[in-house]
């Protein structure tokens, strides 16, 4: 095998196995590529692919922001507890679950940065502190209208229809709305990070923060920077998947870190980035999506999904850098 050709396989190894994959399962069952099914993939991967989007910015910075996911599920009772127990508007709900999430990053950068605290155990903490925090106002219970209170008042408010327009309307009957706000936010932050000299910054931060600060960067600007950017985007998957379920179930954000740490990692290996990247964190969760639905669509038993997408990682993580260091 030529050098070239061993380029040409870390480069574009894992689309040529995505594309593979799409035209097996497009074969095996023809409905794979209807347009309703496709849309439905990418409606699925979306909130995924949006926390996916933040660990990949704090991957940047040479972090790791283990408390997304929980994040997202504050969010998603947070925006459920203020429409049903509080009976605010839309507008004010999704400003007060975007608060939620610019205040955790700020305290997790606030941890890592100021206080010294390494990043995974910073936001571990902050997970089990989020999970908790979100079961007290209602006693561990999901959150609907007509639910009694721990206080024993009955709460009868409920989810604005424009709330839930953001997790159910399709556009010309077809584009879901979560699918247009993932695109566009993993769009904008590929611009971020790969056009701007904030983002070209946060990448050498992570790659060396000493040589960095020594060059004179203010790494704890961009390292704040980056945690916010984290916690807002999963807030926002929250906001999202309340819209979708249309009440505050406490396990609804339960699959969430796995799932958008998997997409990130899985996006070392695309295009031959070896580095976290938004581009290749898209095309990670685009690439879970595509294989559990095409699984599904197979009447593949449920419960060796979560073992398929493991092997997926493996093997991902296994090129990137087994193979594609050897070479290099």
């Known amino acids: 095998m030529t050098s070239q050709t061993r380029d040409s396989m870390i480069r574009y190894g894992l689309l040529v196995v995505l594309a593979a994959m799409v035209v097996l399962f497009a074969v095996l069952e023809t409905s794979f590529l209807r347009v ?37 599920a504050a969010s998603l ?33 606030f941890l890592i940065v100021k206080l010294r605290i390494p990043d995974l155990l910073a936001t571990l903490g902050m997970m089990f502190l989020i999970v908790g925090l979100q079961l007290i106002p209602t006693g561990g219970r999901s959150i609907a209208s007509g639910m009694q209170l721990p206080s024993g008042a009955i709460a009868n408010g409920s989810f604005q229809p ?31 990070l790969e056009r701007t000299r904030w983002g070209r910054m946060m990448y050498a931060i992570g790659g060396n923060e000493q040589a960095a600060r020594l ?48 997409a990130a990692l899985i996006g070392f290996a695309v295009l031959g980035a070896k580095k976290p990247n938004a581009f290749g964190t898209a095309i990670g969760a685009l ?9 599904t669509m197979l009447n593949a ?5 979560d073992f398929v997408k493991g092997l997926v990682l493996v093997l991902a993580l296994a090129f990137t850098f087994g193979i594609a260091s050897r070479v290099r």
């Open 77 to 109: 009772m947070a925006s459920a507890y203020a429409m049903v127990v509080w009976k605010l508007g839309t507008v004010e709900t999704i400003f007060f679950c975007l608060a939620i999430g610019l205040a955790v990053g700020a305290v997790n950068a």
């Open 162 to 192: 424009s709330f839930l327009m953001l997790g159910r309307y399709r556009i010309a009957d077809v584009v879901p709305v979560p699918v247009v706000i993932m695109i566009v936010l993993a769009v904008a932050t590929w611009v971020f």
């Open 301 to 305: 038993p449920y419960y060796t999904q």
């Open 215 to 262: 060059a004179g960067a203010n790494v704890s600007a961009y390292k704040f920077t980056a945690y916010m950017i984290s916690s807002l985007y999963a807030a926002i998957g929250g906001i999202l998947l309340a819209a979708r379920v249309g009440r505050g179930d406490v396990s609804s954000g339960n699959s969430l870190l796995l799932d958008s740490v998997a």
């Open 287 to 295: 690439f879970v999506g595509v294989l559990l639905n095409g699984l």
């Open 36 to 72: 309703g099914n496709v849309f439905i993939i990418l409606q699925s991967v979306s909130i995924v692919a949006l926390l996916a989007l933040g660990v990949t910015t704090s991957m940047v910075v040479g972090g790791f922001d283990l408390s997304i996911g929980s994040v997202a």
